[in-house]
């Protein structure tokens, strides 16, 4: 039995211990892993304080009393301390110093297993509990729950192995199997994917650890598609590729840098076979973006009369294709003329001057988007709108763009280059699918060089035009070219006669 002053010391003992514990996690109440174990570790010292005052007190069954309040203080303690643990190493040393995020899965088989061991400790230690006999019964109890439970079990190790080696997160595309779709979930046991088609797919973490994956997202954006074409033979390829490389840089999408390449693939049975390669950095946008370069690439190779072909046999092939070349040629010459014909711009011309002029003329079509015409470039014909609308930008020194004009059917551009012989100086760009009808200089220059009203339309559209661009650049802001002195009316005239060759009147 303890005498008083020995229970008083101990109850003294206790409530120093508690006060203490107390204090000190008031003291450190403003640091966050603090107060997560403020409940485990002051009811750990309320227990250990109990422990003090019942030891060597000489109740009944106090040894029993004493070794429970015992391994319930190591244990609120090892709760406490793990904690702590986990505060300062996963979420301060790797998280905030290393920017390395531990996944809580982890985390928590990590608590698991350092609280089981502690337990194992207590009860040997504490308890003199037999731990061979325990390891036997649980091997046992494993084993059976281990085979009931192994499907489950493969999976949530497979999910394990697949945060540790995180070789893709949510939000990621990536091809499993034969799936591909973004990852939308990771979980103890499963995956979820969304397809393009928005199926949610659900695998088995122990499925998708079996294949190989394709991370479209990682370790960067940038990826390599490729389109295939065949364009006939009579085509020489430095054209082609030319033609192909061009359409593809300028869909929306696809990345300037690294560039798109074009290489032959093959001589193949009918055609000329080129592998396109070009670069995306969206690949939620991938099927969209196929889409416009396949398209483009039609345009582009019809504009360039560059023909896709089809397996025929060649004998009936060439025979149809002299005839019917020379009968498309005369139809689109028809064609051509009657679209020329009905134009205010041509309306002072004659059939004659017309046809003169419709000569070497030839009808494109553009899809929206296409650019027409590139400021800078070196261009000495004249576009007349067919059909659709184009819109006129003009890029100033300060690389700022603004658009100008916007142009529609029965009207027409180029008449700058091709009157002054200066490169293009603006973008014009289909808004819509746009049909032209692109007269060559030589055609229009006899007839330009006949005809004064032709060339007095031609060259106040052109002024006019110039002094609106100015105006326009100038409302913009930035240092611009044209800023610098007023041009008078009917500046250029003088300077295109003497281009043309016509004599001032
Ligand atoms: P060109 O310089 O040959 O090529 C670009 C064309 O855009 C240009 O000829 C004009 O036909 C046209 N253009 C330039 N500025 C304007 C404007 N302000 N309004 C309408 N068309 C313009």
């Not at 608590?111 to 400790?121: C, G, I």
């Not at 039609?298 to 896709?308: F, P, V």
């Not at 005369?330 to 009657?338: G, K, S, T």
Request: glycine share 8%; no cysteine.
């Amino acid at each position: 039995m303890n005498t008083l002053p020995e229970l008083l010391l101990h109850i003294l003992q206790a409530i120093g211990l508690g006060l203490g514990v107390a204090l000190i996690l008031w003291l450190l109440r403003r640091y966050a892993p603090i107060r997560r174990v403020q409940v485990s570790a002051l009811v750990g010292a309320l227990v250990l304080g109990a422990y003090l005052i019942v030891r060597g007190s000489n109740l009944p069954g106090e040894t029993t009393v004493l070794n429970i309040l015992l391994a319930s203080a190591v244990m609120l303690g090892a709760n406490t301390l793990i904690q702590l643990f986990d505060a300062f190493l996963w979420d301060y040393l790797l998280g905030r110093r290393r920017h390395i995020a531990v996944p809580r899965l982890l985390v928590d088989i990590f608590n698991f297993v350092a609280l089981t061991t502690v337990a194992l400790a207590v009860l040997n230690g504490i308890f003199h509990v037999n731990l061979n006999a325990l390891l036997v019964t649980s091997t046992v109890a494993s084993a059976v729950i281990g085979l009931s439970l192994q499907d489950i079990l493969g999976n949530v190790l497979a999910g394990v192995a697949l945060q540790l080696e995180h070789p893709f997160t949510v939000g990621d595309w990536v091809q499993i199997n034969t799936h591909t779709g973004r990852v939308t979930q990771m979980n103890w046991r499963t995956l979820i994917l969304r397809t393009r088609d928005h199926h949610h797919i659900i695998l088995p973490n122990a499925n998708v650890a079996k294949h190989e994956i394709i991370n479209y997202s990682r370790p960067t954006s940038l990826q390599r598609l490729h389109a295939r074409l065949g364009v006939a033979y009579p085509h020489p390829p430095g054209l082609v590729k030319q033609v192909l490389t061009r359409a593809v840089s300028e869909v929306a999408g696809v990345s300037a840098a690294p560039a798109p390449e074009v290489t032959v693939m093959a001589y193949g049975d009918f055609a000329i076979e080129y592998d396109i390669r070009y670069w995306i950095t969206d690949y939620d946008q991938v099927e969209q973006i196929e889409d416009a370069v396949l398209t483009r690439l039609w345009y582009s190779l019809r504009r360039a009369g560059l023909t896709i072909p089809f397996p025929t046999h060649n004998i009936a092939v060439r025979t149809l294709a002299e005839n019917h070349e020379a009968r498309a040629h005369e139809r689109l010459q028809q064609e051509v003329f009657a679209e020329l014909r009905q134009l205010t711009l041509f309306a002072p011309l004659s059939d004659a001057q017309i046809g003169q002029v419709a000569s070497g003329a030839s009808l494109q079509r553009f899809a929206v988007g296409e650019a027409l015409v590139r400021q800078g470039e070196v261009g000495d014909s004249l576009f007349v709108i067919k059909s659709g609308r184009v819109r006129v930008d003009k890029r100033g020194e300060d690389g700022q763009t603004i658009t100008v004009a916007t142009l529609g059917p029965d009207e027409f551009f180029g008449e700058m280059s091709l009157l002054t012989g200066e490169p293009r100086s603006a973008w014009v760009i289909a808004i819509e699918e746009t049909e032209t009808i692109e007269v060559d200089k030589p055609d229009l220059a006899a007839v330009i060089a006949s005809d004064t009203p032709l060339l007095e339309a031609l060259s106040t559209a052109l002024d006019e035009r110039v002094r609106n661009s100015i105006e326009k650049m100038l409302l913009g802001t930035g240092p611009l070219a044209e800023k610098r002195a007023p041009i008078p009316r009917g500046a250029f005239l003088y300077r295109i006669q003497q281009f043309f060759g016509v004599k001032s009147g």
